[in-house]
């Protein structure tokens, strides 16, 4: 026969269990979201290069230096002058929908979302 202490330990373990496992589903979705839109740059050939519904928390290294940059996405970003998005090459935030240009100072990487 169970006594209240036990049932309530199985209650308080099941909800434990399926609290984590909806933490990490949740959490593992969240982090693979796309934003809707179209990521772009044009680099100092004036070639222009895109990336469709770019994924949030992603690094997205541009092939050179880019003169400008569009966000038209749904998704704020941040643009970095170092090639791999580090915390230490931070440049510019880019919101959504909007575009800057750039002279001296040029990013080398995206990143949206996170």
Do not use: W
Request: overall charge positive.
């Amino acid at each position: 026969m169970d006594t209240p202490r036990r049932t309530g330990r199985r209650i308080a373990r099941a909800a434990a269990a399926t609290g984590a496992a909806f933490a990490l589903v949740t959490g593992l979705s969240a982090q693979a979201q796309a934003a809707n839109g179209t990521l772009s740059f044009r680099d100092a050939s004036g070639i222009d290069h895109a990336r469709d519904n770019p994924t949030n928390g992603v690094c997205y290294s541009f092939t050179a230096e880019a003169v400008s940059v569009a966000n038209l996405t749904d998704t704020d970003g941040r643009l970095f002058t170092g090639s791999l998005c580090e915390e230490n090459t931070f440049l510019i935030p880019i919101h959504a929908g909007s575009s800057l240009v750039f002279g001296a100072t040029k990013p080398r990487s995206a990143k949206l979302g996170a």
